[in-house]
């Protein structure tokens, strides 16, 4: 059996990590800061994207769970999973803290995102304004208001499912870290997400169908049961990808390899 790392090595090489330079700030902190603004980037996309619906179809096999032929997802499932991956990925090399203070700035930018949009929409729309592809100013304002207005209640239901499914995602995350002495990432990554997801597709689901589209709680479950399976299809084909970063970030940090280490190297 061969033996981790030594402390002292990898003190000093995470000490370098810290202090190496990224232009002028560094290199640790430059990374985190860009991975932050990456996942800005992808939660105020998400909350773009959303409004529109898409179909996939669905193998027979698996008709019985999903309730139909095809399954109707919304568009957010393009980014969506990609801001839990990023949130493990920060609390894999910085720790916690880190991750749970980027969630709520994307919490605290989210709302910027809706008070931005909300006065481009009351913006009175010039009559040189037209797009090709409409007859009108004001079938194009009509055009822009369905894209970028959402409803209260869609708005209310979204950022708190976000906020109470992202904190649980990072609390989950270092649970399984703890309990399994810091061995297989593959369980605290998808650990955390399966269950952070569900408390997710739940909660806006069940206030948005039922007290937006006033639906009947049968459909609402099995659309949440739908929408609940492809995520966990989702969730299952990132885990490549919790360890391909982690090893790119050791790399490129300088961290010394440590497949048991039982905290975060940065944090």
């Known amino acids: 059996m061969s033996a981790g790392p030594d402390p002292g090595q990898e003190s000093a090489t995470v000490q370098a990590a810290r202090e190496g330079v990224t232009g002028s700030f560094p290199r640790s902190e430059a990374t985190y800061a ?66 749970t203070f980027m969630v709520y700035t994307g919490f605290f930018m989210s709302f910027v995102m809706m008070a931005v949009l909300w006065i481009a929409v009351a913006l009175p729309p010039s009559a040189a304004w037209t797009y090709p592809s409409f007859s009108s100013t004001e ?31 990072v609390r989950l995350y270092h649970f399984w870290w703890r309990l399994t002495g810091g061995k297989h990432l593959w369980l605290r990554n998808n650990g955390s997400t399966w269950i952070s997801q569900l408390v997710d597709t739940i909660i806006v689901n069940s206030i948005f169908l039922r007290f937006g589209l006033d639906l009947e709680w049968g459909v609402i479950g099995s659309i949440i049961v739908a ?13 490549p990808l919790i360890y ?23 944090e």
């Not at 603004?37 to 409004?51: Q, R």
């Not at 929408?227 to 990132?238: E, G, M, N, P």
């Open 139 to 169: 079938a194009s304002q009509v055009a822009y208001e369905a894209t970028f207005s959402a409803p209260g209640v869609l708005v209310m239901a979204s950022m708190t499912a976000y906020l109470v499914a992202q904190l649980i995602d």
């Open 227 to 239: 929408s609940y399976f492809a995520k966990l299809l989702i969730a299952a084909l990132d885990t």
């Open 34 to 99: 860009a991975l932050a603004g990456l996942f800005m980037v992808t939660l105020v996309l998400t909350n773009v994207i959303a409004s529109k619906l898409f179909e996939v179809s669905v193998p027979e096999a698996l008709q019985g769970v999903t309730g139909g032929a095809t399954l109707t997802l919304t568009a957010g499932l393009v980014t969506y999973p990609i801001t839990f991956l990023l949130t493990d990925t920060v609390a894999e090399i910085w720790g916690q803290r880190r991750a």
């Open 244 to 266: 391909a970063s982690r090893a790119a970030l050791e790399r490129w940090l300088g961290i010394p390899h440590d497949p048991a280490r039982r905290s975060a190297p940065l």
